[in-house]
């Protein structure tokens, strides 16, 4: 019973509270990479990284093929921005 609320309480804070604050979730930590607002520089906050990673999950829920083409719109795209980057004005850079 405890087991899936402690890692829900783990996502929320790894990729809404920790990544939103500091601009990297463990994950992009290890990898040296961080979320900014595009307009502002700064980390995106709390709620908007929250909905950014579940906006991620939607092409993932409603097909695979979407998800797939959001993920890999770096290897095409000039600022090397995924689809869901691109929607909510955030880049990806290294530290």
Partial sequence: FFAPLIAFAYIIWNSGYRQGTTGSSIGKSIMK????????????????????????????????????????????????????DKIFNTICLPL
Wanted: charged share 15%; glycine share 8%; net charge positive.
């Fill in 33 to 84: 990479i961080k979320v900014i607002s595009e307009h502002t520089g700064q980390p995106v906050g709390f709620g908007m990284s929250v909905v950014r990673e579940l906006v991620y999950l939607a092409p993932l829920l409603a097909c695979g093929v979407l998800w797939l083409i959001a993920v890999l719109f770096p290897l095409w795209d000039t600022k090397r921005q995924t689809l869901i």
